[in-house]
């Protein structure tokens, strides 16, 4: 049996050992990261939520800041929590026809929808601080014409990067999975 040296042998298992022994515990604490963050968002707009309900049916004032700042929160949520099921591979996709087409199809087609995935996301990386550092930063909320709404726009380039960053543990996971499946090939 030859050794090889580009996809699977032992030096390169070796290697993506290694690399996920390094990698894994970062993609880990940036998804705990991104979680808790989403976690302070919800608890921050359902207090405001209620501090303007309650203002508005107890003593008839609410602050008038208080949906503009839900509906941030809300932006931010939504953003970061489509890269935590980015990662955990709970987005939506199309498995109709997974039982029909055959398994090496369906691995190449996995790594089109990342790799696209991955273009998006640096479209909107790009295009995300181009309209925050822009128009964001041109305009000020209404009700609190001292906030700039670059904080409107900012999620945005925010889930850029992190959509990056999964996507690039993606992608490595599908050529552990690839240099594993040969290697499963050349026992059998």
């Not at 929590?81 to 369906?106: C, E, G, Q, V, W």
């Not at 964001?136 to 990056?164: E, H």
């Not at 960053?165 to 026992?187: M, P, R, S, T």
Request: charge should be neutral.
């Amino acid at each position: 049996m030859t050794e090889r040296y580009l996809l699977g042998g032992k030096y390169m298992n070796g290697f993506w050992t290694k690399l996920e022994k390094i990698a894994k515990p970062i993609y880990d604490f940036v998804d705990r990261l991104v979680m808790l963050l989403c976690k302070l968002l919800l608890v921050a707009e359902v207090a405001i939520a209620c501090i303007v309900v309650g203002g508005r049916f107890l003593v008839n004032k609410s602050p008038g800041w208080g949906e503009e700042i839900i509906l941030t929160c809300m932006i931010y949520m939504s953003m970061l929590s489509a890269t935590i099921a980015l990662r955990k591979n709970n987005h939506i996709r199309m498995t109709a026809f997974d039982n029909y087409l055959p398994k090496k199809l369906i691995f190449v087609l996995d790594i089109l929808a990342d790799i696209a995935v991955f273009a998006f996301a640096i479209i909107i990386l790009k295009e995300g601080f181009v309209y925050a550092t822009g128009i964001g930063a041109k305009g000020y909320y209404t009700s609190l014409p001292w906030l700039s709404k670059f904080w409107l726009y900012l999620p945005v380039p925010l889930s850029g990067i992190a959509m990056i960053f999964f996507e690039i543990e993606a992608l490595h996971n599908h050529i552990k999975d690839f240099q594993n499946k040969e290697e499963e090939g050349e026992v059998q």
